[in-house]
């Protein structure tokens, strides 16, 4: 494996082909126009490339929407290696920079910057991953220091039912529609020069706040799909009744504890009801935050671990394709991440991640339809997709204890998270 190209990331960003540009705006209107999405722009008079666009992300659209947001500018788009597998001389030529999912990685930083200079706008996704239940995840506080070094306006781009419409846990299309998307300037470039770093990080999040779930009961839109709740135990875990982890399971508009028997039926609307007793939450983000609370709590008392879980682990070193590298074991405990992996030569293969080095990390639910759930880890030159075999885990628990032992570290060093960001 050792012997595999590593995918180039210092070459720098293209700008979007002349011949390929209209090609991008004609795959991205179908589901524009399907779902009647509503762009609102807000003092976006006079804002001319160069410039940054934050975004939101909950779904594939996201980027569809945008690249009609700014049509007909050129633009360079942040996207993760793994959406270069098998196109990557496509994905380049139509302005996309690759990027290994949370690492610090100063070469992206020349290339946006590059980005600037060459009068187009620079596409950033600072979420890094898709939503797991349709609200904001945490933000990196190297945002403000970013957008001041750039010198150019900063603006947002938040979508509103692309989570709802195809969530991240069953990523069926729910037609939902209209789907909305404000497209609004955030700071000129006199304005950054005036803020401070936090001043400017504290109105990214605000900006940033969000909640499809909310959204869709808001406007009464209706969600017919039979089967809409399945999948969704992959993000709601534990059972709010009975406690037990990994015990939950779905089947057509039934959320089900295997282990009290318990059932809910996920409405048109979004909402869970109980079939029998108290229903205790209703809204998915409340169940996902009862969640986080009830592992901060382990964080905070040293006893957060998975165990030693047997794993199977593929590489992703370039945009070729993946790499079996061996079986073997997990930990995800106080330590941070430890991988141990055996390939068929008997080579043994190690990645570590510390609490310090990883504020959040990207997980998968049944990756590529048939591969199981995952965590993907990350250097600078490779990514592990790392797939535990049983069902005494859950990859959304790890993703919420690596947020939370990452605040812990933080506020023991007296650098404390500042809300919404790490």
């Given amino acids: 494996m050792d012997d595999f190209k590593r995918f180039d990331m210092s070459l720098p960003p293209v700008r979007t082909k002349w011949y390929l540009r209209?090609?991008?705006?004609?795959?991205?209107?179908?589901?524009?126009?399907?779902?009647?999405?509503?762009?609102?722009?807000?003092?976006?008079?006079?804002?001319?490339?160069?410039?940054?666009?934050?975004?939101?992300?909950?779904?594939?659209?996201?980027?569809?929407?945008?690249?009609?947001?700014?049509?007909?500018?050129?633009?360079?788009?942040?996207?993760?290696?793994?959406?270069?597998?098998?196109?990557?001389?496509?994905?380049?030529?139509?302005?996309?920079?690759?990027?290994?999912?949370?690492?610090?990685?100063?070469?992206l930083i020349r290339?946006?910057?590059k980005t600037i200079k060459n009068g187009d706008i620079a596409i950033i996704y600072p979420e890094a991953r898709y939503s797991l239940c349709g609200t904001t995840a945490v933000l990196p506080e190297a945002l403000g220091k970013m957008c001041r070094l750039f010198g150019v306006p900063v603006v947002t781009l938040i979508c509103h039912g692309h989570h709802v419409n195809s969530p991240f846990w069953n990523l069926r299309d729910r037609g939902v529609k209209p789907t909305e998307a404000e497209q609004s300037?955030?700071?000129?470039?006199?304005?950054l020069k005036t803020l401070s770093v936090d001043e400017i990080n504290a109105a990214i999040v605000e900006r940033f706040q969000y909640d499809d779930h909310k959204w869709q009961k808001d406007r009464?839109?209706?969600?017919t799909y039979p089967k809409r709740a399945e999948g969704l135990h992959k993000v709601l875990y534990q059972c709010v009744s009975c406690k037990k982890e990994y015990s939950m399971t779905s089947k057509d508009d039934k959320l089900i504890c295997k282990a009290c028997g318990k059932k809910w039926t996920l409405t048109e609307?979004?909402?869970?009801?109980?079939?029998?007793?108290?229903t205790?939450?209703?809204?998915?983000?409340?169940?996902?935050?009862?969640?986080?609370?009830?592992?901060?709590?382990?964080?905070?008392?040293?006893?957060?671990?998975?165990?030693?879980?047997?794993?199977?682990?593929?590489?992703?070193?370039?945009?070729?394709?993946?790499?079996?590298?061996?079986?073997?074991?997990?930990?995800?405990?106080?330590?941070?991440?430890?991988?141990?992996?055996?390939?068929?030569?008997?080579?043994?293969?190690?990645?570590?991640?510390?609490v310090p080095s990883l504020y959040s990390c990207h997980i998968e639910y049944e990756y590529l339809?048939?591969?199981?759930?995952?965590?993907?880890?990350?250097?600078?030159?490779?990514?592990?997709?790392?797939?535990?075999?049983?069902?005494?885990?859950?990859?959304?628990?790890?993703?919420?204890?690596t947020e939370e032992?990452?605040?812990?570290?933080?506020?023991?060093?007296?650098?404390?998270?500042?809300?919404?960001?790490m």
């Fill in 22 to 107: 209209p090609l991008t705006l004609a795959l991205s209107l179908p589901d524009v126009i399907k779902h009647k999405a509503v762009i609102t722009k807000t003092g976006m008079e006079g804002i001319k490339p160069p410039y940054v666009l934050l975004c939101n992300h909950n779904a594939f659209m996201d980027f569809k929407v945008a690249t009609r947001a700014i049509w007909p500018a050129r633009a360079n788009y942040v996207v993760a290696i793994d959406g270069f597998i098998g196109r990557e001389k496509l994905l380049r030529n139509v302005g996309c920079i690759c990027k290994r999912k949370f690492t610090n990685d100063l070469i």
């Fill in 369 to 401: 339809g048939k591969y199981g759930d995952c965590v993907d880890l990350n250097t600078l030159d490779d990514t592990w997709y790392i797939y535990p075999h049983g069902d005494s885990f859950s990859v959304t628990k790890m993703a919420l204890a």
């Fill in 220 to 223: 009464g839109i209706r969600i």
């Fill in 185 to 191: 300037l955030l700071f000129t470039p006199e304005q």
């Fill in 111 to 113: 290339q946006l910057q």
């Fill in 269 to 278: 609307l979004g909402e869970l009801k109980a079939d029998e007793g108290e």
């Fill in 280 to 354: 205790v939450f209703t809204h998915i983000p409340d169940w996902y935050e009862w969640e986080r609370a009830n592992v901060r709590t382990e964080v905070e008392n040293g006893t957060y671990s998975s165990g030693e879980l047997e794993v199977h682990a593929c590489s992703l070193p370039n945009a070729d394709r993946f790499i079996d590298i061996g079986s073997g074991t997990m930990i995800h405990d106080m330590n941070g991440f430890r991988v141990k992996v055996t390939d068929e030569d008997g080579t043994l293969r190690e990645m570590e991640k510390s």
């Fill in 405 to 421: 032992l990452f605040a812990l570290y933080r506020k023991n060093s007296g650098r404390e998270c500042k809300p919404g960001l």
